[in-house]
């Protein structure tokens, strides 16, 4: 499988989707991948169940990163600030509770940095750990129900996919504190 790493800016991304996650406690699997590396390596696990696709996840990255370049970030580390804009809230409990990675659940692993070799060194890491999976990424019809009834859309008949991915970019950028 080519590894794909993206590119924005001066920071490198990688965005790696898997089949469920066997773990009880998710957040513990998370803050042990983060010990693995440097702090200059940014990790954010989520349910991947609300990601429309990796240009989404792309795109609200950007804003993050944008967001930590402008010092005004809704949340003190980027990788938390990614999670409140993918949840659409500035609440953390909530942002968990709806889009954090989640026990027998497919999963979404975001890793940017300015580190490239550290960035791949921790794709490495969490590629033999888990069954990875960049299909439970792509954008369907039950992601988009369930994330049109999450931020209150009535109907989502009234978008067409890039229009309702432009939308949810839309709705990212409007957190705040």
């Known amino acids: 499988m080519k590894k794909q790493i993206y590119k924005l800016g001066d920071t490198f991304i990688s965005i790696i989707g898997t089949q469920a996650i066997k773990a009880k406690d998710t957040g513990k699997v998370i803050d042990d991948l983060r010990r693995r590396v440097s702090n200059k390596v940014s990790l954010q696990a989520i349910d991947a169940n609300i990601v429309y696709g990796i240009e989404y ?3 609200v990255l950007k804003i993050t990163l944008e ?4 010092k005004i970030m809704i949340a003190n580390k980027p990788e938390t600030d990614l999670l409140l804009r993918l949840s659409y809230t500035n609440q953390i409990s909530l942002a ?4 954090g990675l989640k026990n027998n659940s497919c999963g979404c692993f975001v890793i940017f940095s300015k580190d490239k070799s550290q960035l791949l060194n921790l794709r490495n890491n969490i590629e033999s750990l888990f069954e990875v999976n960049d299909v439970v990424l792509r954008p369907s019809k039950t992601k988009r129900e369930m994330i049109s009834y999450r931020i209150g859309l009535i109907s989502n008949v009234i978008f067409n996919d890039s229009t309702f991915t432009r939308y949810l970019f839309e709705r990212a950028s409007l957190i705040t504190r």
């Open 57 to 59: 996840l792309i795109e």
């Open 67 to 70: 967001s930590e370049r402008r």
């Open 96 to 99: 968990l509770k709806y889009a």
